[in-house]
């Protein structure tokens, strides 16, 4: 006499809640990362540190060739704050608020350096900021510096 | 009611958990990295920023615009702790701490290496900024990093 086994009893008591779970999760992820990519900071990195406006740097070591140096002095357009925009001039440089006309004389005067034998690391382009000039417009203008190829970019004391 | 045929193991238990072992370590990386920033400081946008190989040796220093004095309202975690700092010698004691001697603790930790992270509030005099980077000078750090959210 054949004895059947016991069939195998599968109780399905509601939906499979698995693939939902697993696209939940692809979701989570997919919204951490987008929200931490979002939030990315970066740097800009200086290794000058501050300079006193007009004058030189930490004293040089012996043999060592001071930094040619590349003034440019930024204020802010309207004096009050109130309205926005900077102002910025150099040697040859108008006052100028706009930021192209910036990144453009510092690219030139780096080519006229550097046809004069001056090499780009050895040119020290000091920002020299007015006591109220707002931070984010200093920014600005160090962004146009390294635009223009510079390396060695410094703010200097106040004027 | 028809007979279930199974062809092979069931990977999707396995594939849950290991989407919860991914969601942990994302956030315990996340959390476990706090350099002390305050997200609330409003940073200015640059395109040409870079991204640190290394948080080892860095100090983030969080200074905020001050509206109602001369100086910045500065505070930075140090030795694991969030601390308010003052530029000037007065500072009132307790939990507070003098910058320049934060600072000058943390260039003879790294010495040469050592690099300050300033995130400052965008719409800051410079006359508030510029106090923070000479006590930079004092302490003889040269590498000073300014943070910058990513954007134009």
């Known amino acids: ?159 | 009611m028809p007979d279930m045929k199974e062809g092979g193991v069931n990977v999707t238990p396995l594939i849950d958990i290991v989407m919860v072992l991914i969601v942990f370590f994302m956030l315990v990386a996340k959390i476990g990295v706090s350099r002390g920033e305050d997200e609330d400081i409003p940073l200015p946008s640059a395109i040409l920023g870079k991204s640190l190989d290394s948080l080892s040796n860095t100090l983030t220093l969080n200074v905020h615009w001050n509206h109602n004095g001369d100086e910045p309202i500065l505070d930075a975690l140090v030795d694991g702790q969030k601390r308010d700092l003052h530029l000037t010698k007065q500072y009132r004691g307790g939990s507070d701490q003098e910058l320049a001697r934060v600072l000058t603790a943390f260039h003879n930790q790294f010495q040469d290496k050592a690099n300050l992270i300033i995130r400052a509030d965008q719409d800051m005099p410079y006359r508030q900024l510029e106090l923070v980077l000479l006590a930079c000078a004092e302490a003889e750090i040269g590498n000073v990093s300014y943070e910058t959210k990513t954007g134009s």
Do not use: C
């Open chain 1, 1 to 159: 006499m054949k004895i059947s086994g016991a069939k195998k009893v599968h109780y399905e008591s509601g939906p499979n809640m698995t693939p939902l779970v697993d696209i939940v999760m692809v979701i989570l992820i997919f919204l951490m990362l987008a929200g931490s990519f979002g939030g990315e900071t970066t740097f800009l990195v200086s290794k000058q540190g501050i300079k006193k406006s007009g004058g030189v740097g930490r004293p040089l070591k012996p043999g060592e060739v001071p930094d040619t140096p590349l003034e440019i002095r930024v204020s802010n357009l309207d004096p009050t704050g109130n309205n926005p925009g900077f102002l910025a001039t150099g040697t040859g440089l108008s006052p100028t608020h706009d930021i192209e006309s910036v990144q453009g004389w510092l690219a030139g005067k780096r080519k006229a350096f550097n046809a004069a034998g001056t090499p780009t690391d050895k040119i020290l382009v000091t920002l020299s900021p007015t006591r109220d000039a707002k931070y984010k417009y200093l920014i600005d203008v160090y962004q146009a510096a390294l635009q223009a190829g510079y390396e060695k970019i410094a703010f200097t004391t106040s004027h």
